[in-house]
């Protein structure tokens, strides 16, 4: 990647994560979910509303209550599919069924189209791929159309109700697509996007065909902040941006296009005091106190998940039974509550998955079970949240072994449940396990492990116990769902203020048509002009990189006029800019300054030139071209340039930063400098720069107007020398001393025709 230093307005410095330092003046916040937190169904002529479980569900909904006295928005509106059909609905709202603390839009897809969305590309193609399960992957295109249409379907939906200044938060895997079918209609509006399950490796996401993968990803760009519950999903995501969309990334900032885009880690929390709360709520004690009383002389063990192959639950039961095995001292005392709660149970591989299960169940139950006891005690069924808490509260171990898990908010509930005991088994392979370090963490595949962990729980001390609790406790209560979402509302408006600053040095019509105006007046003017990525785009070879016609026409035009001089400014060798720029009547730098044509002259050299240096420093650049593929080195007169732009992006980085250390060292106390520019590393001798360069020719043509355009690290020399006596202008969004800024290299020949007319005018008088 170019080494650019990329402004940073301002950032989470100084903010207290969660507590809503910036509070966005006059905003309804519209929450987007895949589905609404409850469903509308009647049962014997009676409409019943039932509260959906998830965890996405679980967070949201629990802020949406609790936030309901706070004036941080003007209004709260979730928009979601609605299980069940529009004359419920209607029903459900005329009786005053439906949620007080926010309102709702409900969507009713088409049932064959929703079902290709949701079982099909979301849960058969989305959910497996996501979570490492690439042999269960379908690739349908007419998933994938389904999927687009239903995505269209909600932006149609959020657009008949939004108004300027609202606030979008789009959720989760099933509405990828979403955020830039918004952006495309509502280019200024706040778009925040979280993904609730794992971002995966590029080498995962990479298995998608091509178009879907790159429709997928533009998709997510639409967002202004894009969120993630771990460290890892945001440098996966950054990563196939980088490969899938070209993107230039400098930490958590992307630019794509002409938009910049944040992309970070919030690990979602919990409502810690709910479950708290629970802890002395009297309903929640009893039914606590029945469980320990039937099971008074057992240890309980405690899983709960929705029906998912990637929970795994079959594993677990594997690990359960070889702890069985080993431990038959354990026998009549202890016991394995395990709850499954039914889960796209319309999919047949789940309903398959779920035969198994009971099957292996059945299978340990047989084979260890007594005349008074048995070993697990299986339910499929959801439980009452009062149930659940009572559960946690119970149970001495937690066994939580997902295969893969964007982050498994039941491991956070339950510690948030333990009163003096607990102990928490959890898989390493959740977003959860980098948060919760002092739980005991398994690897859920490997038996013998989960085994020795339940062994370990079972016989660790109290005081133990209670230390482990105390950390995790803290830390849960500490960053609770408030503070995430409060934490993420912060960062989206940040992002929108910094994108805002951002936008202030970019180029716009009055610039142009003062400078345009100051040029018009001026008796004699100068254009310095950088080579590649300012007249011409790189390419793959700094060979293929000869002007095009209309360059040709255009510097034409602007020579011309006799009180124009033009200067081509540019590290490259004479020999090209002779072969290439020769025949117009222009003056020439090349090497950045170590030599320079007058026009109507010969060459010059500026420095005498000692290149016995290069047998160092070839030897060292050749290494890294042999270690890092498509990289190459460039000879010229004065400079020995390693290029790395048809390289792997990541691995040429991290390459041109060893590079650069290693240069560095080589040439410490010598009169050699290393310049760090686009996709290049390049050594030449001290003191001779684009600013140097630059002044000396200015000296000599004695200008009253002057115009610099460039886009390398090497330009900003030329910028900071001509400070106070031009108009400077950087290609490209990198960080610049330049006054103004060109977005795209295909913007420059636009602008510079501006400059064209009034030559023409001139000549025709
Ligand atoms: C996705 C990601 C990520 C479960 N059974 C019952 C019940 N629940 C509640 C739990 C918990 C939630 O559902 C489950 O959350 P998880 O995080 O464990 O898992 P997913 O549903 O797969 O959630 C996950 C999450 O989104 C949030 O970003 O952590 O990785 O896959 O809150 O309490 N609640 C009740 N009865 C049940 O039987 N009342």
New binding site residues.
Partial sequence: MSIQHFKFISGCNGLIFGQPLLRPSMSRLIIISNRLPFSVEKQNGEIIVRQS????V??IKSYMEANKDHQRYTGKIWIGNMDGNERDWKEAEEKGLLPEDFSVKPIFPDNFTYKNFYNGFSNSTLWPLFHYFPSLVEFRKDYFEDYKKINQLFADNILSVYQPGDIIWVHDYQLLLLPDMLRRVLPEATIGFFL??PFPSYEILRLLPTEWKKQLMQGIMGADLIGF?THDYVQHFIQSAKMILQVESQFNTVFYGNRMVRVDQFP?G?DYQKFRAACIDETVVGICTEIEENFYDQKIIFS???L?YTKGISYRLDGFEHFLEQHPEFKEKIVFIL?I?PSRDTIASYNEMKKEIEVQISTINGNFSTLHWQPIIYRY?????EE?CALYQAADVALITPLR??????AK?YIASCIDKGILILSEL??AASELNEAVLVNPTDTDEVANAIYFALTMPLLEQRSRLSYMQRRIAEYDVQKWINDFMDQLIITKKDQEALKVNILKEDHIKKIVDDFNKANKRCILLDYDGTLAPYQKLPSMAAPSGELMLLLEQLTRDSSNEIVIISGRDVDTLEKWLGKLPMNMIAEHGACVKYKGEEWKEQVAVNTEWKEQVRPLMQLFVDRCAGSFIEEKKSTLAWHYRNTNQELGFMRSRELRNALLQLTANTPLQVVDGNKVLEVRMVGVDKGMAALSVIAGIEPDFILCIGDDATDEDMFKAMRDKAYTIKIGRANTSAQYTIVSQKDVFPFLKRFVPRVEQKISR
């Fill in positions: 479980s998830g965890g996405l679980s967070a609730h399950i519950h979602i919990i709960v998940d929705r998912d709850n709660v069924n959801h439980l009452e949240f659940l898990d964007g982050m498994n908010l039941v509930e959740t977003g």
